[in-house]
Every structure is written in structure tokens, then in C-alpha cells.
């Protein structure tokens, strides 16, 4: 059964930076390392939104607009996913979640995706 634990969200000034953690277990190491894994976000409201996903040879893709602000790697030794985001604004604050898949090839889409942290809130004023 695989879990993912999401930590490093907290309230964090407008143009200030964050780190976002996800730990997998249930995973071999192997299997970790050849799953695409994602980045999404909800604010309240609003639909669930990718922010950035990751292959499994760290081919990397992003929502066009957070590209510059954004970044995604993994740490496929320690089953860890990360996000850092830089000059943060209000509009990035909600839940951040972090998903993987079940095969290496990656989606932009929430659907596609059968296993989830339980979220981790940013707010940024």
C-alpha cells in the first residue's frame, strides 16, 4: 500500500520561498524511481491544478505560467519528491498535494493519477 506524506507548507510572506517534501513508502526503491510523480494544487473554490510533474529521468513539465517560479526534483534514494517555489504571490497560497502514478509516463491531469498525500496547506500574504 502506498502512502505519500507531504510537509513544508505554513504561511510564508508574498516574494518569500517554500520547500515542499513528499516521502513515499510502500514502495521497493526501484519502483519509486521509475513512477512519474506530481506536484497539484486547490485553493478553495477552485478545481484541483497541476503545478509540476516529474518522470522518472526527471524529464520535467509545468504549468507554462509557474515555470520560472517553480521547481520540481526527486530524491529517488530517499522516495522523495520535492518542490521549491520562489517569489511566491497570494494566488499560490491552497493545498498542495503530491501524487504519483502507476507507470513511468506522465499526465497533467489529476485523474490519472491513483495515489495522494493527504495535502499540505501554503498561504502567502
Known amino acids: 500500500h502506498v502512502q505519500l506524506v507531504e510537509s513544508g507548507g505554513g504561511s510564508v510572506q508574498a516574494g518569500g520561498s517554500l520547500r515542499l517534501s513528499c516521502v513515499a513508502s510502500g514502495y521497493v526503491a526501484a519502483t519509486f524511481s521509475g513512477r512519474c510523480l506530481g506536484w497539484f494544487r486547490q485553493a478553495p473554490g477552485k478545481e484541483r491544478e497541476v503545478v509540476a510533474v516529474?518522470?522518472?529521468?526527471?524529464?520535467?513539465r509545468y504549468i507554462l505560467s509557474l515555470k520560472d517560479r517553480f521547481n520540481i526534483s526527486r530524491d529517488n534514494a530517499k522516495s522523495t519528491l520535492f518542490l521549491d517555489g520562489h517569489n511566491l504571490r497570494p494566488e499560490d497560497g491552497g493545498t498542495y498535494y503530491c501524487?504519483?502514478?502507476?507507470?513511468?509516463?506522465?499526465?497533467?491531469?489529476?485523474?490519472?493519477?491513483?495515489?495522494w498525500g493527504q495535502g499540505t496547506q501554503v498561504t502567502v500574504s
Open positions: 516529474i518522470g522518472p529521468k526527471s524529464g520535467l
Open positions: 501524487a504519483a502514478r502507476a507507470e513511468a509516463d506522465c499526465s497533467m491531469t489529476p485523474v490519472f493519477y491513483p495515489s
